[in-house]
């Protein structure tokens, strides 16, 4: 990869970043299940599936752009897949209520007005406990999650990847190595936190009404990305 | 042969891990269910618990888990000419002192700090609600940090992932903490805080800050919690954790496709998982019914 | 007579309304530009101190505790306005801009190493302000102090992750046994510890800036004592340095300890070893 691509690479991975933390579905009161989604804070939840996501990409790291991406890709949606199977099984059988989304039960999703969940066609509406706003994970925010632990991991190997074949001529390969995972991670972690302003706390992921506030998000990392990356380029290849 | 044998011993240390990290995160309220713990003495139920605030679950056990490391990365360098094994395992033990101190010292002044932001709550410092609390508290992040490191050691040396271990330690340590802060809490938070409200309904935002002051006998502790999240809440963080790492590692040890061959097997797993999720929520919406008064 | 004490009056007077009476002693809270300028201040002196010569590390550890004081209380200002996000998140993304800038110095063509410290602490500044502007113009939060406390705490958290660097790494003795890239991730995690705790361990309707500040001077000799224990581990060479930043660090660690609980007597409700609280309805 040329230092160019490397830097317009390192763009389009905090951009992704900033993307991912829509889809994922987190809200902090989840943990009292008082409300649908993973029972973290997005950030949080955000930079835990990114890291799982960058160390199960630096096992390829040899064998090419296309390995690191996909090997980036499932281990964050493994990690969110697993996530959620615990954190519906802990609702299940520690709380005693079934997976809902509140936002569907009253009506505001947005696919309109039914209250049904948009992939199997259950019905929320009378299995929320009245007084929250849903709990556990019902299936469509499942599945947005999964696709956005894939984003997400998919932008953390691009930023791994591309500060690896910045610093590879000048270093010697172990410290190339943790050094790029260092600020990957560091990359990962402030473009994680952007969104989180706009999403003041939880989402229901990619079928709630908080999605309309992506462009913002997106024009924000895309800005404090390409600052990021032309500090980073001028660091390592002008001076 | 030394992949696979890599990936069972990682499987293991992450499952223990996962134990304790929850039972350590229930030992002195932290993280989500802190807020409910915060709120109390707001509405008038002036408790006895360790206000352990000292941040969200994941920075925080990336911390413990990322000193006790460097310091073991360190140690090794000095010891390792006595034998490999026995060097890791004792620096290890060392580190995890060294982060145990800095635990100890963050969960104290938190405790201190919160209480006095609540003067006008008229909510005592008890320092034996404190005092007793923080040994167990201790002993779980001992435990923590300890399984972490070795974790980190087996992940960078057995399962050869090209970074250094202080940085695997501070991927996995974000890791655990999100996972035991998505999974265990639920369980101190809508279930072991809110003992004398119904079981089979969340918490409505009405009720939010009314939680158990007396417990079994007399009044309650922080104590008193991981007695009852151990048989739960951390063993599904192990399960979550421990299958996380397990699973991923031992998608390694295929190699039918090349390099493809991982990403194959774990995309079978994801499929396999999920398809299990949507059973289970069948399987409850079917058995539990429609909320009833 | 009466006349000295009527212009003795008057000089008091107009002493108490001058401007330098103001700075000096008027200020009830310290406010974010000036705790700023002292770290900045402060911290580029104790930076080149350790460049220029080991030995001054231990006087340059104490000149590096206002850059902690500096951050936390940048995210005090910005969490006070109730962000939704946490605490938490703040520090982590402060820290994560000026660690992530500190970490550009290491791969900086020997060359030009003249450049650093200053192109990485003004490079963290622009980011900070550039994230403030966003979230202010383009995300529309209506927290009037996020630019400017956006800048302040990722420059802060980029002065000290650039003293942590050059005390672990610029020694001129060769003898070493491991490179400095396996401590990156400690500098970064502990300090986005030390400085977003002081105000999320102090959160609540009684929590004052006083209070706060000598929490975080507290856990500034933490910190650094922490680095002291890594130094000493590092290589043979700094083996003095990491043992005198031990001692300094601990002895401002008692130090700070009785002022922050003197503040924290003041405070409190009511101290007891044990007891029930008082019987509710």
New interface residues.
Partial sequence: MEPLTAMFAIILGGVLVGICVHFIPASATGAMSAATGIATGPSMLSAGAGMAGILSAAYSMDSGLAVVLASGATGSALMMVLTILGGNIANAFGTGVSPASGQTASGQSILGKSTKDAITGWDQKPYISPGTDGHGMPVQTHISGLIGAFIGGIGGALVLFAVYTLLAPILKPEAAFTIAGVIGAGVFLINSVLPAYTLVGKTEGMFDQKIRRTPKTLISCLIVSTVIAVLIYSAAVVI | MLPLLGTVLAGLLAFLAGIFEDSESNAGSA???N??V?LAP?I?????YFNK????????N??WA??AA??A???V??FETFNPVYSVIFSSVIGAL?STL?LG??GI??H?????????????????ALYSALPLDLSFGFLTAFSLTLLSFT?GMM?????????????????I???G???????????RL?QHHI??????????GDID?KGEYG?RNSVDTPYFTLR??AT??A??FG??IF??SLS?VFVFAG??S??IV??G??LI??I???Y??K???DR?G??TR | MNMDIKKLEQICVHLRSSAVYKFLCINKEFTSPQLYLIALVLGLIAILMVKFSHSLTPIAVILIWPAFLCGANAVRQVARYGLGTGTASIGYWGTAVGATMAFTSQFINPAYNFVSPYFEIFGALIVGAVTGICAQKIIKMKIPVMIRDSAVLASSTAIIAMFFLAMLTEYSAQVFTLDAYITYPLIYIAITLAILHPFNGSMGAGENQKRTLRLSALEASMTTGLFGLIALLFSEALFLTGVSVIIVSTAGFFIFVKRWFAAVKEDTYEFAWTGYPPAEH
């Avoid at chain 2, 008038?44 to 006895?48: E, N, S």
């Avoid at chain 2, 201190?112 to 034996?128: G, P």
């Fill in positions: 993280s989500n269910p807020s409910q915060q707001q008038g139920h002036r408790h006895r605030a000292i941040s969200g679950e994941p920075p925080a990336a911390l990322t000193t460097t310091v990365v360190l140690l360098a000095k060294v800095l010292l963050y002044f938190s201190i700090s919160r209480v006095a932001s609540m003067k006008t709550f008229k909510q005592t410092l008890y320092w034996d992940a399962l050869n992932n090209p970074f250094s271990v202080p940085l695997i330690a501070f991927m996995l340590g974000i890791t903490g999100t996972i802060s998505s999974t265990g809490d639920i369980h101190y938070g809508a279930e809110y079981f089979g309904s969340g918490i409505p935002i009405s009720n939010q002051v009044y739960f809440g599904i963080t399960f979550t299958l996380l699973l991923d390694r390099a493809w991982s990403v774990e995309l797993m994801i998982i999920f299990v999720t949507v289970l929520e399987y409850t919406r539990y429609p909320y």
